[in-house]
Nanobody, 124 residues
Framework: QVQLVESGGSLVQAGDSLRLSCAAS????????MGWFRQAPGKEREFVAA????????RYLDSVKGRFTISRDNAKNTVYLRMNSLKPEDTAVYYC?????????????????WGQGTQVTVSS
């Protein structure tokens, strides 16, 4: 089983950039579709981005398209989320997740493994 550990969350100002990392250990990382989700206070956890095994297919939440980029380095067992032009509404705990599905899915129920989350706070 894969264990996931996120890092990179911080308090930043609107317009700033951050890069989140998710390091995986355990079973072969390259066999998992990887995703990022986020949960703001009082809200449901929502899909943010996902990437296929090889990295050639990505999907994004509409509100982050053009600002966020998901990528992975299978040699380093790490998936990244580059976040540019951050907005206060991006404030949330960001979770890394792994799915054994063969498709790049956006529904959280398809993701079997989760990290502990990393806090991103964007001040206006």
């Amino acid at each position: 089983q894969v264990q996931l550990v996120e890092s990179g969350g911080s308090l930043v100002q609107a317009g700033d950039s951050l890069r989140l990392s998710c390091a995986a250990s355990g079973r072969p990382f390259s066999r998992y579709v990887m995703g990022w989700f986020r949960q703001a206070p009082g809200k449901e956890r929502e899909f943010v981005a996902a990437i296929s095994y090889s990295g050639d297919i990505t999907r994004y939440l509409d509100s982050v398209k053009g600002r966020f980029t998901i990528s992975r380095d299978n040699a380093k067992n790490t998936v990244y989320l580059r976040m540019n032009s951050l907005k206060p509404e991006d404030t949330a705990v960001y979770y890394c997740a792994a799915s054994q599905a063969t498709l790049v899915l956006t529904t959280r129920n398809w993701y079997d493994l989760w990290g502990q989350g990393t806090q991103v706070t964007v001040s206006s």
